[in-house]
């Protein structure tokens, strides 16, 4: 019940920590409450909505009501399980663009600008893409391959983008996120590969590396420094103790609320709990962003959407076509196309992000229609709205109290009507006239900035990106909660590593960013000098400043 390193959660970031940090000899012992990810409904790609749908791996967070929502409590889905929620996630692959890092280190995260970060994201990348690319990574643990994109709406998607002005890119994880493109995702050989596929097993098989199956209640501290983590297993509760240190991996979520339990966070809220302060740090809990986003649906003119699987027959046979061949659509997430835009001249870099999808569906796996669709989730990247994560009670067994404060800001409202618009701008375009018949949703006589402004408030939907409530900073900074080099300010042996640290939402899905936070915290943890930074430069578009496209 001891080890070098003891690391709260088997995430993104978990994972890729306890592979390094292994690798280099260390014993490691991995804290994880979740059971086994083994089993259809998490590996089959094609199966994304279910397990993010079930309690048996998925945390089953709610936010508070939320005020600028009509008061709507939204899900937000969390990994409990091993991979965290790599393993319930909808496995798509996106860095964020270079000038996100950059302002990360404006913000005081130094060494964390996009050059200091590509070589991290090359480190843990085995791209399968079309050709080498000096951006890109080819012998890393996680594989990062595309979908086959046979059907023509993939197509017409990314024609109809082109048709509008926009750009197209053949690599948006690569110099040039601007435009409509090929999606990428993790998956290999017809499998999600998450993180426990990647990194795990691979640790596991080292043989200081091990797994312990528990909830992590506290950190325990005495004098000053992290020496353990108190756990209950069962109805038992015991302590783990770190040798050198303890690394919270825990998410977004789970990451302030076991720092807040453990005497580390606003002084005036701990006390309200009775939890003792070791750490007066009042960014613990705050600076909580996300992405929200919308379903612009479409219905089809012809049968050529995957509504034609949708079927228990259809079903039964991709589900065996997966299990015994490893072959057909159940080997893809179906987002297979993509788009990255800016909204506006004068944005220097992309801010609004396409899912595309060839059918009318929802997360929760319900079909918008009975019959053939197809859809662009659509949601602005760069937010201004800002949440917290508090304590409900010192009981760990209880969830925190989540409040996202979505669209609490008018320019939200402003840049979540433009992607509407916008969409439909897409969908109008002659490439797609042989196949869009009638708007599902909004619907076409949703015309006017109120008409839209209340089915964004009533049909809003978190992405699942929640992130920032423990930022990265520089130790005078009195809202940063770690430090350049992750380690939690004001207590030793202690560190942080996930999307909690991000002192700003990456431009698009958050698990590759994620995962290189774990990645790059390794080579802090043991002491390395960090890789060459990259000279490689990012293209901008040179019409920024005067148009959007």
Partial sequence: MEAD????????????LAYRLGEAG???LVLEYGGSDWGPFIQMPAALSYPMNMARYDWGFRSEPEPHLGGRRLACPRGKVLGGSSSINGMVYV????????????????????????????????????????????????????GPRRNPLYHVFVEAGAQAGFETTEDYNGEKQEGFGPMEQTVWRGR???VANAYLRPALKLSKVSVLHCLAERVVIRDGRAVGVEVLRGSARETVTARREVIISASAINTPKLLMLSGIGPAAHLAEHGVAVVADRPGVGANLQDHLELYIQMASKKPVTLYRHYNWPSQLTIGAQWLFLKMGLGTSNQFESAGFVRSAAGIEYPDIQFHFLPLAVRYDGKAALKGHGFQAHVGPMRSRSRGSIRLNGADPAEPPAIRFNYMSEPEDWTEFRHC????????????????????IQPG????????????????????????????????????????????VIGVESLRVADSSIFPVITNGNLNAPSIMVGEKAADHILGRTPLAASNAQPWINPRWQVSDR
């Fill in 420 to 439: 509407i618009r916008l969409t439909r701008e897409i969908f109008s375009q002659p490439a797609f006239e042989p196949y869009a018949r009638e708007e």
């Fill in 5 to 16: 390193f003891v690391i709260v959660g088997s995430g993104s970031a978990g994972s890729a």
């Fill in 95 to 146: 860095r964020g663009h270079p000038r996100d890092f950059d302002a990360w280190a404006e913000m005081g995260a130094d060494g964390w600008a996009g050059a200091d970060v590509a070589p991290y994201f090359k480190r843990m990348e085995n791209w399968h893409g079309p050709a080498p690319s000096a951006w890109r990574g080819s012998d890393g643990p996680l594989h990062v391959t595309r």
């Fill in 192 to 194: 999600r590969w998450s």
């Fill in 444 to 487: 076409a006589g949703l015309v006017s900035d109120d008409d839209l402004d209340g089915f964004i408030r009533e049909h809003a939907e978190s992405a699942f990106h929640p992130c920032g409530t423990a930022r990265i900073g520089r130790r005078d900074d009195p809202m940063a909660v770690v430090d350049p080099e992750c380690r």
């Fill in 26 to 28: 260390h014993s490691v």
